[in-house]
């Protein structure tokens, strides 16, 4: 019988019991007389009794404890019941006694694995000294292993490496990426577009049409978007054929070291792979391009917008580019007030259409007094 149904019956009996409880005591003596007649007509006709089930059994051992259970005894003898109760203390004993150390609160487990994931290079030792030193919680070396994440979890093997995105973090000031992606015009015409940006300002270099890419065109977009004391170090692309082995060798005279992604591995180059998918949402996919020179007028105004206009949350938020042409713009921020939710005197908010009024920019004006 399972553990429910000898919780099942304990309630049961608990319920008659504490009904029997509110009865009279002559009541409860007539009935215990007439059980023990009952017990003793069983007897004299030599009725053999049924096996207790575990159910039975519990409940016996507990009911001991509130009468003279000896005396009514006639199943079962004293030295059986004892031994069901020594049983009883064997089980609960076990279940209090459970071996090993209580295993350690759910969210230090958890930030255990979090810094195994967020640090390839360090060890046990290494994590155990950060909790110690650093949040006063102290375990040992032997403890953080019992938590360790598993090794088929890429994110947790260890390594004397770095993790790709830390090294584009560390050197995204030096680094540009680019990528190319189609536009497709109002005949059903593919243009390519190819797109340059500074990883760590986010601005795009260049931004320029063609519909034929060749790896001659993509060399001399690279002379134009990179003045010759520029200070970038490293260059991210693709694999695709456009970006040849002639091209590389070329781009590493301009001082820049090629980085290929891997293969079948886009967030390698996340930047600007978002940057893509931000100039189709917020530009091509309103668009149905004409020409050529339509669809490099229109990105030229997005581009400027993208660079000059458009916050980015990576920035803090800020403006990729801080140029001359927005010197009036800095000006009138030095006007605001500190005080959130009010504009600051003697101005008015003005708004520039971008793209025929698809996006608008704001800024203040002064008013003259």
Same mark, same amino acid.
């Not at 292993?145 to 993790?163: G, I, L």
């Not at 229109?298 to 001359?324: F, K």
């Given at each position: ?12 009996? #608990? ?13 409860? &003596? ?7 007649? +009952? ?15 575990? /159910? ?20 079962? +003898? ?6 069901? $109760? ?13 071996? @090993? ?13 979090? !810094? ?29 292993? %019992? ?14 490496? +770095? ?8 050197? /995204? ?11 497709? !015009? ?6 390519? &577009?190819?797109? &340059? ?33 520029? %200070? ?18 070329? #781009?590493?005279?301009? *001082? ?13 180059? %996340? ?12 530009? #091509? ?8 020179? $339509?669809?490099? !007028? !229109? ?9 000059? @206009? ?23 921020? +030095? ?5 959130? $939710? ?13 793209? @025929? *009024? ?12």
């Amino acid at each position: 019988m399972g553990l429910a149904a000898t919780v099942s019956n304990l309630s049961v009996d #608990l319920l008659r019991f504490l009904k029997a409880a509110m009865r009279s005591r002559s009541s409860l &003596v007539a009935e215990n007389l007439f059980l023990r007649k +009952q017990l003793a007509f069983y007897e004299e006709h030599e009725v053999k009794p049924r096996r207790l089930t575990d /159910a039975a059994r519990i409940a016996l051992v507990f009911w001991s404890h509130w009468f003279e259970w000896k005396q009514a005894l006639t199943i079962v +003898q004293p030295e059986t019941l004892i031994r069901w $109760h020594r049983r009883g203390f064997k089980l609960f004993w076990r279940w209090k006694s459970k071996p @090993g150390r209580p295993r350690l609160p759910r969210n230090l487990r958890e930030l255990i694995a979090q !810094m195994a994931k967020e640090n390839p290079t360090w060890g046990q030792g290494r994590v155990a000294s950060e909790l110690s030193l650093k949040l006063g919680i102290y375990v040992s070396p032997r403890t953080v292993r %019992a938590y360790w994440p598993s090794e088929p979890d890429r994110r947790c093997r260890r390594t004397s490496s +770095q993790h790709w995105r830390t090294f584009v973090r560390n050197h /995204a000031r030096s680094i540009i990426a680019c990528d190319f992606l189609v536009a497709v !015009m109002a005949r059903f015409r593919v243009l390519y &577009v190819l797109l &340059v940006m500074e990883v760590g300002t986010r601005k795009i270099l260049l931004c320029n049409v063609t519909a034929h890419p060749s790896a001659t065109w993509t060399l001399q977009q690279f002379r134009e978007a990179l003045p010759g004391d520029h %200070a970038c170090k490293f260059l991210i692309h693709d694999r695709d054929s456009i970006f040849s082995a002639s091209l590389d060798r070329e #781009l590493e005279s301009f *001082g820049l070291r090629v980085l290929r992604t891997p293969v079948r591995a886009p967030q390698a180059n %996340a930047y600007c792979e978002r940057l893509v998918g931000t100039l189709r949402r917020e530009c #091509l996919d309103f668009l149905i391009p004409l020409s050529e020179n $339509h669809l490099r !007028m !229109m990105l030229q105004e997005w581009v400027r917008h993208y660079n000059q @206009g458009r916050p980015h949350l990576s920035l803090g938020p800020g403006i990729p580019a801080d140029t001359a042409d927005s010197n009036k713009e800095r000006a009138i921020r +030095q006007l605001r007030t500190r005080a959130r $939710h009010r504009l600051p005197a003697h101005c008015e908010i003005r708004a520039r259409p971008i793209l @025929g *009024g698809l996006h608008h920019e704001y800024y203040l004006e002064k008013i003259a007094a």
